[in-house]
Each structure stands twice: as C-alpha cells, then as structure tokens.
C-alpha cells in the first residue's frame, strides 16, 4: 500500500510514518513544519519507501499533486491547540475545518477514497453519558476546535456519501507517548524545571481525563482500518480508566523526586472550553480486537522520561 | 429591538422581515439578492424602520460595517440547494460554513451577541429515532448541505461558550407558504405547467417528510426567541405529521384539476444525501407555548396558490 499522511511530522504522524514503514509499505509525509519535527523522521528517511513533501494542507494545488498516486490518506494535520482557540477564532477554521476539505479534493480530483482522520472526543462537549459512546446525543460545542473538528467529521461523512469514499473517523482523547510534543505533562514538566519548589495547575485540579499511549493509538487505528467494513466508521479512541489531574500531576513529581506547593487557578475547567470530564467508550473499538497495553499512568511516565531524555523538544517549543 | 437579517431578501428572511417591522422593530436586511428577490421587501421598503445593505456574506469587511448597531442578528443566508451539492463541493463550505463563521466575527467585533440560525433536520443525517428529538444520536452526514449547516451550529455554540453569546439555533424542516422559491411544490408545479399529462418522480414516491407552513415558522422562531433562556437553545422547527411525496403530488394535482402519468426514477432517495425519511420531534417547541395553524396538506395547496399567482417568481427562477 502507499499512504499518504498530512502532519506526518508531527507526535502521532511521525509515529504512525514509522509503523507503516516497518509494516512494509510505502508512505509519503506531508507537514509544514510548523509544528511537526524533521528529527521525529530520521530513521523514515533513511528509508528507500519514505518521502517527505514540505507543504501546507491550505495549498491546495500543491496538495493535489502530492495526493496523486496514493492509496490511503490519513489527515492527521491539525491546529491541535485547544486552550488558546478564542484568540484567533479563524485559526480553527482554516487549519481543520478548510484544511479537511482541501485533503478531500486533493482525494476526490486523483480518485484516492480511503481516508483515516484524527477527530476528537472533545466533540461530544460536556457529556452527559460516561463512559461516552459513539452514539452519545448530539452535543453542543464548547470550543472552536472541537467545532472545527465536528465540521471535519461531517465533511468526511458526506464525501463518503456522496463520492463513494470510504472513512475511518476516530475520536482520540489526549495521545502521550515519545515525540509528545504539548499537553500537560510538557507544561508540567516546563513549570518544574523552571520552579521545582511551586506550581500553578489550571482549574481545581479535579478535572476528570483520559489519557491513551501513542503505540496503542496506532495500534487501534491500525486494527479498526483493517477490520472496520463500513462506509463511514467513527470510533472512539481511548482508555478504559480516567485520571484526575492531580493524579497525573503526583506521578509526575513522583518520578522527578519533587515535592511542589501547588497553586489552583480555581474552577471546574482549565480554559473556557475545557471539558471537565473526558472519558470516551471503548466497546467498539474492543470489538475489533484492540486491547491497551499501557496504563495512563505508565504512559504519563514514560511521556515524562522522554522529555527528560530529549531537552531539544522542550527548546524547540520554547523557540516557537 | 434593532434586528439584522442576513438572507433578508429571501423567502422565509423577507416573511421574517415583514413580522418584526410589524411588531414595531427596526430592521436590517442584508442579501446578496442571488436568490433574494427584491419585490419580496416591496412592503418592507416603504417602511421608514426599514433598510437592505446589497451585500455578500463572504465581504467580512462590509458585513462588519453592517451589523454594528444592531441587538440581534438572524442569520438565515445560506445556500440552500441541498440537492446539487456534489456538483460543486466547495459551494456549501463557503456560503454556509465561512459565512457562518464570517456573521460570528462580525458580531464579536461588533459585541452583538444573540443570533438565531436557520439549520436544518438535514442534520440527523438518516436517524433511527421518529419523530427525531433534538438529543437524537450523533449522527454521520450525508450531505455537504447538512454537513455544512452542522459546522455552523459547532461554529455558534463555540462562539457562545467562548465570548458570551446567546444562539438560537433551529432545525428546520423543509418551510412551505407565501414567497416559496425552490422545493418539491415548485418542481412539480413547473413541471406540470411544461406537461400536464405526465410527470416525473425522483426516488420511489414513497419518501417521507415533515413540512412547515412560513408563518408557523416565524411564529415558533419567535416564541422561542421570547421564552428560552440557555446560552444555547437548539429547537426543532417542523409539523406534527409527514406526508409522502405522493401524497403532496396528489394533493397538486386535484387542485390543479390534473391526473398525470407518474414516471418514478426509482429507489428510496430522491438525490444522492437525500434522507427518505424525515419527521422532527417538536415537543421541546410546543413546550414553550407555540402551536401550529397549518396542516401540511393545508400548506402545500396554499404555496401552490401562491405560485399560481405569482407567475414571475416561476420565471425568475428559470432565468437564473
């Protein structure tokens, strides 16, 4: 197969870049760089069946022509910033919802019709149902890149309808792993090398999250793409347990040795727009087959030791 | 009040129009006039507390001139050929989505912060549950036409949630009565006049739908805007029955004094995306006190009347 991945270069791209390339096949990597990090691609591009196209998913005449020849498409590209969306409300629009139609043209016009997209649990808002199925009621968005994403979703749907397309829609909580790149262990993290003695946490610190390892992310998407027979597929992405933010916060310091006065900004959500309570059923997604193999706690840990092992990335988003 | 009406030249925008400068307010019509007609706002035009902005909602920088001033914005401009969508995939995008997004920054700069938005039972895609409530599953869509007007709903609740907006935003079924333009009553009507002896049926006859008579519809628009009182209030706006497509061509006929050969095209959807069933839950509309007047028998023969009358509106289109 040739696979085509938008944010190739980025935490979960690069990952997934490099599973298909050890599964034996083709793919080509599309990324700006704005977020995404040559260095997550080293070993890819060793590869003879590896290449990397420098472009903007907005170009969308650069993009058809990237598109052409390929098998798959998975757009993973995003403005994955969540927290600052009502700082520039058409960011979200452009970077997911427009960006989503343009990799769906760039589909269309070259007859590539299997596509994986990188939603969000956050488009259920604020649940009402926990653990929150695929078929939750139709919620009302409390933030402009859950919106963006909500839009993308239905795009996908509606090519897949309408042209004959074929798509596998899931809905990640929040990814940890190696090339963690922002979220909070990194902002965690950042505080306590800056202060190891006090730390600001947003909200109460009782927001309730759940959080999924990187390896099993690609595992899932993987397994669902192999065995998932629909015309449209949504399926949610995430573990079968939950942790408070001071959890993850305690096993952070924990592993750092630290001991730090916490301060509270005060309040059930972090931002607006944050959702106190994420917590995404996984029935469907186990129906395929797919089991987790790290537990949020060992895959906090293990985001935190990459860190520590990799200061560059901590630098290299301080520089942005 | 001082209202702003986006789409303000078109069929239900000009009714709409004409209700609030008789309930004494002043309004604002902006329209492109692509489909808007200006004889629809023949009446409007003479009323001193009343003015039409020519104008594009896809112009920001002039629809962020027009809106300052204003307490509440309806927006109800949209492309609303829901069955052509496939024909040209970036038409709902930008005349529904960037639109959308176009009318809620005008409004934040302008710090306007109630809008009402014309969405559509489209949104259910094909739902399992009838008549279908507002808390309907999250469903996957099957039209760029709804996938378009559900980005705007995420666009406006986000909006609502991140800068303090109040929204209205309403379901619509498919609107029927004085002003209608385009839908199943035209094409059969136009069809009828071009040969009274046979006429063709796309799908099988046998699709279901849901109808609202215009005055209901401004009524319930209303009544909601009066009465709810959440951040966000999503109302379905529809009739407390369906008809078959049959039925509404019988319905044409008899009062056209007509008995035509029917050719159906076949199958249980009339277009690609088209939903063979649509019947809205209305139960969270009546609970705030609105009934409604029109059967929809009642409202077909009466937008039958209407086009019988008014012939140019048949030529108007057929220039377009």
Chains 1, 2 share one sequence.
Not at 45 to 55: M, Q, T, V, Y
Not at 146 to 170: P, R, T
Not at 286 to 296: E, H, P
């Amino acid at each position: 197969m040739n696979y085509f991945v938008t944010g190739g270069a980025g935490f979960i791209g690069s990952n997934l870049v490099d599973r298909l390339l050890a599964d034996g096949h083709r793919v080509t990597a599309y990324d700006n760089l704005s977020t995404g990090q040559r260095p997550f691609l080293a070993d890819a591009s060793k590869n003879p069946r590896f290449a990397l196209i420098e472009g903007d998913v907005l170009d969308l005449p650069l993009l058809k022509r990237a598109v052409a020849g390929h098998d798959f498409v998975f757009h993973l590209a995003a403005n994955a910033d969540v927290r600052f969306g009502t700082h520039h409300p058409d960011r979200d629009l452009q970077q997911n919802t427009v960006a989503t139609f343009n990799v769906l043209e760039a589909m269309r016009v070259n007859g590539v019709k299997r596509i994986g997209f990188s939603s969000t649990g956050s488009v259920y808002g604020e649940p009402e149902v926990f653990p929150t199925p695929e078929t939750a009621p139709f919620p009302i968005q409390t933030s402009l890149y859950a919106a963006s994403k909500v839009a993308g979703e239905g795009l996908i749907s509606a090519y897949a309808h309408g042209f004959g397309f074929q798509a596998f829609v899931f809905r990640f909580v929040s990814i940890l792993g190696e090339r963690y790149t922002h979220g909070h262990v990194f902002d965690f993290y950042a505080k306590l090398l800056a202060d190891p003695h006090q730390i600001e946490v947003l909200g109460n610190g009782k927001q309730r999250k759940s959080y999924l390892y990187v390896q099993d992310c690609i595992n899932a998407i993987l397994t669902v793409i192999a065995k998932a027979g629909d015309a449209v597929n949504v399926v949610n992405l995430g573990a079968d347990e939950y942790c408070q933010v001071d959890d993850s916060l305690g096993w952070i310091c924990e592993r750092l040795g630290l001991n730090p006065k916490c301060q509270y900004a005060g309040g059930a959500r972090g931002w607006i727009g944050d959702s106190p309570f994420i917590f995404l059923d996984t029935t469907k997604l186990k129906s395929f087959g797919w089991r987790q193999t790290l537990s949020i706690r060992e895959a906090v840990v293990r985001t935190l030791d990459y860190l520590r092992a990799n200061p560059w990335v901590l630098e290299s988003r301080k520089a942005a």
